[in-house]
T-cell receptor, first 113, second 113 residues
C-alpha cells in the first residue's frame, strides 16, 4: 500500500540552527501539506503546496519557514533559525485531489534545545 | 474561521464498553467531516468521513453521522477492543477557497481488558 514517508523520525537541534524535515509523498498525489502538533495540543496547519507553489499558509508559517519540492518526489520543510517554541511533531501529508483522503506520514519529532 | 471542538480526554473504557467521542464544528460553506486515528508510534490514518448532511460514515465498527442542525459529528462504537486504544481526531475540510484540514485537539482513548 502506498504511504507517505518522513525522515528523520526524531531530530534534536540547537536554538538558532537550521533544520530540514523531509517527506516523500505518494507518487500520484497533487496536494502536499505540513502540519504540526505541539505536545498535548491540536494538530495545526502550516502550509499547503500545489502545482509547485504554496497555495495556502497559516500565520505560523512566517519568514523562518519555507517549503520545496526540488525533484518531483521529495517535499521538504525548512526552518531557518529554530526557536524553542518550534519543538513539536511535524506531519507531512499528501492528497490526490481536494476533499479526498489525506495520507499522513508518521511524523518527525523536532526538539529544539 | 473554521474550528473543531472535541471532548477532552483521556477516555478510559473497559473492553466491550460503548464509546462516544463528541465533536462539534464551526465552518464556512458546507464542510466535509472526518475522523482520523493515530495509533501509538504511527501517523494519522483516515477512519471515516461524511461529505454532506445526514451522511453516516462507518469503518471498523465505528460510526459518525453528519448533523448539520447541531453542527456535530460524534464518533461511536458499540463495543470497543483493546486494539482501539489510540488518539482520535475530528477534522473538517471546508473547501470555500481553503486547501486545509482543520483538526480538533484529539481525544486519547485507552481500552483496558
Amino acid at each position: 500500500e502506498p504511504e507517505v514517508t518522513q525522515t528523520p523520525s526524531h531530530q534534536v537541534t540547537q536554538m538558532g540552527q537550521e533544520v530540514i524535515l523531509r517527506c516523500v509523498p505518494i507518487s500520484n498525489h497533487l496536494y502536499f501539506y505540513w502540519y504540526r502538533q505541539i505536545l498535548g495540543q491540536k494538530v495545526e496547519f502550516l502550509v499547503s503546496f500545489y502545482n509547485n507553489e504554496i497555495s495556502e499558509k497559516s500565520e505560523i508559517f512566517d519568514d523562518q519557514f519555507s517549503v520545496e519540492r526540488p525533484d518531483g518526489s521529495n517535499f521538504t520543510l525548512k526552518i531557518r533559525s529554530t526557536k524553542l517554541e518550534d519543538s513539536a511533531m511535524y506531519f507531512c501529508a499528501s492528497m490526490w485531489q481536494l476533499n479526498t483522503e489525506a495520507f499522513f506520514g508518521q511524523g518527525t519529532r523536532l526538539t529544539v534545545v | 474561521g473554521n474550528s473543531v471542538t472535541q471532548m477532552e480526554g483521556p477516555v478510559t473504557l473497559s473492553e466491550e464498553a460503548f464509546l462516544t467521542i463528541n465533536c462539534t464544528y464551526t465552518a464556512t460553506g458546507y464542510p466535509s467531516l472526518f475522523w482520523y486515528v493515530q495509533y501509538p508510534g504511527e501517523g494519522l490514518q483516515l477512519l471515516l468521513k461524511a461529505t454532506k448532511a445526514d451522511d453516516k460514515g462507518s469503518n471498523k465498527g465505528f460510526e459518525a453521522t453528519y448533523r448539520k442542525e447541531t453542527t456535530s459529528f460524534h464518533l461511536e462504537k458499540g463495543s470497543v477492543q483493546v486494539s482501539d486504544s489510540a488518539v482520535y481526531f475530528c477534522a473538517l475540510f471546508s473547501g470555500a477557497g481553503s486547501y486545509q484540514l482543520t483538526f480538533g485537539k484529539g481525544t486519547k482513548l485507552s481500552v483496558i481488558p
